[in-house]
């Protein structure tokens, strides 16, 4: 390419320079408007020499480093582009993941309130059987201090009877014989009152 601008260039110099040339061979004078062909050859000649100059030392460096950074601007924007998808391939994951953290802690939630339930419907449970067990012993116990209350009244209700018995007779009884007697006369009121 810069090939063709230099013959270009020297090409369109040639064909100025010729007419140039003839116009100066012509006439003699030195006017405001005389073109002088050699001076114009010279200067064609200069001129062309520093186009090659600058064609060789200072163009060819300023295309590469032009290239060079369109090159870079290029890669800087595929880079850009690159990053941005993948900022937004991330985003996406990001937002899936945010989205299954909240699942998973819906679900977390969901499993702690069931559990929650079944602790308290447990808890409800083992109250009342242990309340019942309470009861029931209780119950057991009354029924034993009854019982026990029933007996030890026997008992004492025999020996005043006994008593009773001895000083009312005033005479001196077989006690164990007596009592006998006596135990076997309140376990038939004992059932007498029980089936009353």
Known sequence: MQVNRTGAVLAL???MAGPLSAQGGAEGGGGLFDINAGLSAWTLIVFVALLVVLGKL???????????REKGIQSALDEAARRNEEAARLLAEHKEQLADARRQSNDLIAEGRAAGESVRREIEERARSEGQAIVERARAEIQRERDAALEALRRESVELALAAASRLIRENLDQPKDRALVEQYLADVGRGGAEA
């Open 13 to 15: 110099l040639a064909t």
């Open 58 to 68: 200072a163009w060819g460096p300023i295309l590469q480093a032009v290239e060079a």
